[in-house]
């Protein structure tokens, strides 16, 4: 029977995460809070406040029960330790039947309070108030936001468990269970971090993701971070008002070039080097100007006979920056996974080339 509880448990802590954590796949299929409860929730495109306040409250209680459907499912999967006799119990048992009893107990009680006075017990509520001006109530705050959030021109990144929406007036943060607000003219943005992941979940090229801190000068206003790509950043900037202090003196890479310029570097530089003859030369980079040239398009990748690539017998003309940005430029740009692997003509002799031909003079 034993295997049958480790199952059990192994199916409720899958189920759990997708629950908790639900990936694209899940959404797709309709497992999300928002789409087992859009009737109660009702549009967020019409009431996005309203929306957002009893969407935190149900995820809320929902992970909250999480624990107690454990128990329940347990009852069933291991009849012989007869969890349903409470006086039975041991100490250990006894006490996560407390904690799943007592959770949904305060989350329950919790989400009644915030739903009180048409939900202005809310923290969103609450913080839209700050705003507020006499003799006006948090519901105008609302009101213009849910106005703002209907335009076509906001901007809007991110997973749904941390959504970034910057609309002509607020700077807002979605989270499972709050919504962080600011107002454009009261904040100040400063990029505090920057990583660098090899490989994305779309592509085979590297991505970057910024981490802006976003303080309001309100001193009740808590202070809120977001995280998007840095592909995303110059979007980013046209619809914000106040600029971005670079604190953390990151370099920003904002184009798939960019990113790609990257990728291609570091491969060429495990390619075989490429010795020029003591008699020659080099010359500057005919793309640039200023950089010597420092790179020798040499079949590597087969055999001279083989595959699509061709042997080019142009001398040394190119830095290997220029020839990146050259191969970037001769992709598709809507298929950046198969950048890596296609060929492209030498910019001056039109022989075929790939990343693997590319040779670093030494």
């Known amino acids: 029977m034993e295997r049958a509880e480790v199952r059990f448990s192994l199916a409720y802590v899958s189920l759990s995460v997708l629950v908790v954590c639900p990936p694209s796949e899940a959404q ?31 995820t809320g ?23 349903y006799h ?7 048992w006894r006490m996560f039947l407390a904690l799943a009893v007592a959770l949904p107990t305060i989350a329950g009680t919790l989400a009644y309070y915030w739903s009180r006075n048409g939900w202005a017990n809310h923290p969103l509520a609450r913080t839209l ?5 006499p003799p006006t109530g948090w519901q105008a705050v609302a009101s213009s936001i849910d106005t703002e959030f209907r ?53 085979s090229l590297p991505v970057q993701f910024l981490t802006i801190s976003v303080a309001s000068v309100h001193p009740y206003v808590k202070a809120f971070d977001i995280r998007l790509n840095s592909t995303e950043y110059g979007e980013l900037k046209e619809k914000l008002r106040a600029p971005i202090r670079n604190a953390a003196n990151v370099v ?27 008699n020659q030369e080099l010359e500057p980079c005919i793309g640039c100007m200023q950089m010597s040239a420092n790179i020798k398009l040499v079949k590597t990748c087969r055999e001279e006979s083989e595959g699509e690539c061709q042997p080019c017998y142009c001398r040394p003309m190119w830095c290997l920056a220029c020839m990146g940005k050259w191969f970037a430029s001769r ?16 910019p001056t002799c039109r022989s075929k080339f790939c990343i693997l031909d590319v040779c670093l003079i030494r």
């Open 28 to 58: 797709g299929l309709g497992l999300t809070v928002q789409r087992l409860l859009a009737a109660w929730l009702g549009s967020e495109h019409r009431h996005f406040v309203r929306y957002h306040c009893r969407r935190t409250a149900a």
């Open 61 to 83: 209680l929902l992970h909250a029960l999480l624990p107690l459907g454990y128990y329940i499912g347990m009852c069933f999967a291991a009849p012989e330790r007869k969890l």
């Open 86 to 92: 409470v006086s039975l119990l041991s100490d250990g």
């Open 129 to 133: 108030a700050l705003f507020a001006l």
């Open 151 to 203: 335009r076509i021109d906001k901007f809007a990144t991110g997973p749904p468990g941390a959504r970034v929406i910057v609309t002509d007036t607020w700077v807002m943060k979605v989270t499972a269970y709050r919504v962080h607000v600011a107002q454009q003219q009261d904040i100040h943005l400063t990029v505090t971090d920057s990583r660098q992941h090899e490989l994305s979940p779309d592509s």
């Open 252 to 278: 920003i890479r904002q184009s798939l070039s960019d990113l790609f310029l990257d990728t291609f570097t570091s491969l060429v530089e495990r390619n075989q080097s490429y010795s020029v003859p003591s």
């Open 331 to 346: 992709q598709d740009q809507q298929h950046p996974e198969t950048w890596l692997s296609s060929q492209v003509p030498c």
